[in-house]
């Protein structure tokens, strides 16, 4: 199914249900397709080029065990961090929850301050940082396919 495109947010409704969710889960899969993951990365950029659906990346048992191990670093870094950390990433979330509504507010008036396949470089992001709190991944919100 390939033709060079990317998938768009419609294209993910099946999977998203709405349309935040789906603007979500296309930003998710961006950063995934060039995360530090190999199967992540596969998965993502399968889903991009339409070879494949976000219903069948989600229910490939491959592409779940690495989603599942990349959430549960995730939370066992947060586990660990101190109280100073959490209060600084904290903040850093709330510059990066800010940084999301300014950029959603843009791509809904057509003038998204990225390039399509660009990921966003707001103030949460420093290089190797990978997210929020510098713990991975693009967006916390969670529930693809829930609602």
């Not at 190999?38 to 494949?52: Q, S, Y």
């Not at 510098?134 to 967006?139: D, E, H, V």
């Amino acid at each position: 199914m390939s033709d060079g495109r990317e998938v768009d947010q419609a294209e993910l409704l099946d999977v998203a249900k709405d349309e935040d969710r789906a603007r979500s889960l296309l930003r998710a899969l961006r950063t995934l397709s060039t995360g530090p993951d190999p199967k992540l990365r596969e998965m993502a950029r399968g889903v991009l080029r339409g070879d494949l659906t976000a219903q069948q990346a989600f229910t490939d048992p491959e592409y779940t065990d690495a989603l599942f191990s990349g959430a549960a670093k995730v939370r066992r870094a947060g586990e660990q961090r101190s109280e100073a950390e959490a209060r600084e990433a904290g903040e850093r979330f709330a510059e990066w929850q800010q940084a999301r509504r300014t950029e959603d507010e843009g791509e809904d008036q057509g003038t998204s301050r990225t390039a399509p396949g660009q990921q966003s470089t707001g103030p949460w992001r420093h290089p190797g940082s990978g997210g929020p709190g510098g713990l991975g991944g693009s967006r916390p919100a969670g529930g693809f396919g829930r609602g």
